[in-house]
């Protein structure tokens, strides 16, 4: 499960079972970046390509938006 650290991944956390464990962590300034170290991660290469593919411009857009901007910093 992927699952940001912030307060509003608290309810994915709460589906975990108490054994889960951290198998990968990354430290992004945006959804947009950790997407693409995720995808790194796996192995994927046409990350941008799939991006551009997957969201409408206003979603990519507001992906790009960095946590601060957001107000997400804790």
Request: hydrophobic content about 35%; aromatic content about 18%; some cysteine.
């Amino acid at each position: 499960m992927y699952i940001i650290s912030h307060r509003i991944g608290d309810l994915g956390r709460k589906k975990l079972s108490s054994d889960a464990k951290v198998i990968w962590h990354c430290d992004v300034e945006s959804a947009y970046d950790a997407q693409l170290k995720y995808m790194e991660y796996k192995g994927f290469k046409f990350i941008r390509f799939w991006w551009w593919l997957r969201y409408k411009k206003s979603e990519r857009d507001e992906s790009k938006r960095t946590y601060k901007e957001l107000e997400w910093e804790e």
